[in-house]
């Protein structure tokens, strides 16, 4: 596991928990107790968790930084592909079932697997990534549509008014949505507004939607809601994700299913 992916999941952890114990932690990512508080204060200079003696709380703060996507792609990838291989079964397995495909890089990873999936070649697929959108042209999938508008160069996908006209006289049977952030109060989170606006689109004008999100980003909360966990049928995410989290979200009447890198 890199650095930063454990990183990511410890301030994941923190924020669900409310506190963590440098001991356990260091038992949980089979490290050292120094490697951890080596963590802890680079997740404290940048405002994700605030250190304490024996280990960290969580921070209170709204993240607002960004990746770029191929520092995204290298982030809990075995994670993000076993999630794309468990959202293939939420693919209508009708002719003409009509799907919205999000931004980023696990709903990336699925469209690579849908391009060789049989019913998903035979669905209509709307998307606002062009990444995604090369993917599963270049894999002669013929029913593809790419939204248009202004695009953001950290995210390759496609925002603005354009978009959202387009996607305010569509619907789907289902939208794959990924998040950057997770809670329960917050919601589904994002750091960019336009951004977050689309994703709202497909949450609102879609009859299923699943969230596609490695445990990482649970219990983090970006700056902007585009969806509360009211607007989410089936969270679908890594075993590594916190039990507690997982109750509460359950008792929220959202299906969850929890992935095995191996799977």
Same mark, same amino acid.
């Given at each position: %596991?890199?650095?930063?992916?454990?990183?990511?999941?410890?301030?994941?952890? +923190?924020?669900?928990?409310?506190?963590?114990?440098?001991?356990?932690?260091?038992?949980?990512?089979?490290?050292?107790?120094?490697?951890?508080?080596?963590?802890?204060?680079?997740?404290?200079?940048?405002?994700?968790?605030?250190?304490?003696?024996?280990?960290?709380? #969580?921070?209170?703060?709204?993240?607002?930084?960004?990746?770029?996507?191929?520092?995204?792609?290298?982030?809990? $990838?075995?994670?993000?592909?076993? @999630?794309?291989?468990?959202?293939?079964?939420?693919?209508?397995?009708?002719?003409?079932?009509?799907?919205?495909?999000?931004?980023?890089? +696990? @709903?990336?990873?699925?469209?690579?697997? %849908?391009?060789?999936?049989?019913?998903?070649?035979?669905?209509?697929?709307?998307?606002?990534?062009?990444? *995604?959108?090369?993917?599963?042209? $270049?894999?002669?999938?013929?029913?593809?549509?790419?939204?248009?508008?202004?695009?953001?160069?950290?995210?390759?996908?496609?925002?603005?008014?354009?978009?959202?006209?387009?996607?305010?006289?569509?619907?789907?049977?289902?939208?794959?949505?990924?998040?950057?952030?997770?809670?329960?109060?917050?919601?589904?989170?994002?750091?960019?507004?336009?951004?977050?606006?689309?994703?709202? #689109? %497909?949450? +609102?004008?879609?009859?299923?939607?699943?969230?596609?999100?490695? $445990?990482?980003?649970?219990?983090?909360?970006?700056?902007?809601?585009?969806?509360?966990?009211?607007?989410?049928?089936?969270? @679908?995410?890594?075993?590594?994700?916190?039990?507690?989290?997982?109750?509460?979200?359950?008792?929220?009447?959202?299906?969850?299913?929890? *992935?095995?890198?191996?799977?």
């Amino acid at each position: %596991m890199y650095a930063e992916e454990r990183r990511r999941q410890i301030a994941s952890l +923190t924020a669900v928990e409310g506190r963590v114990n440098v001991t356990e932690l260091a038992g949980k990512f089979g490290v050292t107790a120094e490697t951890i508080r080596r963590d802890l204060a680079v997740l404290d200079t940048e405002g994700l968790v605030h250190r304490v003696h024996g280990g960290a709380v #969580a921070s209170q703060s709204f993240l607002t930084t960004e990746f770029p996507l191929d520092a995204r792609y290298r982030t809990a $990838s075995a994670a993000k592909l076993a @999630i794309a291989r468990a959202a293939l079964n939420f693919v209508p397995d009708k002719p003409g079932g009509s799907i919205f495909l999000d931004s980023g890089t +696990t @709903i990336n990873g699925l469209a690579s697997l %849908m391009a060789k999936h049989p019913p998903a070649r035979e669905c209509h697929i709307v998307t606002n990534s062009l990444p *995604t959108a090369l993917d599963l042209s $270049s894999a002669d999938v013929q029913d593809v549509q790419l939204l248009g508008g202004n695009v953001r160069a950290i995210t390759q996908a496609v925002v603005g008014d354009i978009a959202l006209r387009s996607l305010a006289i569509l619907r789907a049977d289902v939208a794959f949505i990924g998040t950057n952030a997770l809670t329960i109060d917050h919601g589904l989170s994002t750091a960019d507004a336009q951004e977050a606006a689309v994703k709202q #689109a %497909m949450v +609102t004008n879609a009859r299923k939607v699943v969230v596609m999100c490695d $445990s990482s980003k649970l219990g983090n909360d970006y700056l902007v809601s585009f969806g509360s966990i009211d607007d989410i049928d089936v969270l @679908i995410t890594d075993s590594d994700a916190p039990t507690s989290f997982v109750e509460e979200i359950e008792r929220n009447g959202v299906q969850v299913i929890l *992935t095995k890198e191996e799977e």
